[in-house]
Nanobody
Framework: QVQLVESGGGSVQSGGSLRLSCAAS????????MAWFRQVPGEGREGVAA???????SYADSVKGRFTISRDNAENTLYLQMNSLKPEDTAMYYC???????????????????WGQGTQVTVSS
């Protein structure tokens, strides 16, 4: 079983930056694909960025050029560097993990079978 714990959320003004972290433990290694999702009340969970076990990355169009996903396999930690934040980035952010052999696209909700509890990001104008 995989456990994921997010941290680093908070409140910032538009144009600011935040760095989210996701500490992973349990039966997980570098062969896992990992991703960040976000969700606002009343809407579905949206894929933001993903990094596969081979290091390839995927980003939602809305965050390309502003967000960077990275992973430290030695520390079992996933990161999301968020720059030039906008009010529309306000959401609960979730870390997710899936075995590399799982199907579906990198930013598809259905690909991932392990989820953290989330960390809130609020961007004010």
């Amino acid at each position: 079983q995989v456990q994921l714990v997010e941290s680093g959320g908070g409140s910032v003004q538009s144009g600011g930056s935040l760095r989210l972290s996701c500490a992973a433990s349990g039966y997980l290694d570098s062969s896992y694909d990992m991703a960040w999702f976000r969700q606002v009340p009343g809407e579905g969970r949206e894929g933001v960025a993903a990094v596969a076990s081979d290091g390839s990355t995927s980003y939602a169009d809305s965050v390309k050029g502003r967000f960077t996903i990275s992973r430290d396999n030695a520390e079992n930690t996933l990161y999301l560097q968020m720059n030039s934040l906008k009010p529309e980035d306000t959401a609960m952010y979730y870390c997710a993990a899936a075995p590399y052999y799982s199907g579906s696209r990198p930013l598809s909700f259905y690909k991932y079978n392990s989820w953290g509890q989330g960390t809130q990001v609020t961007v004010s104008s």
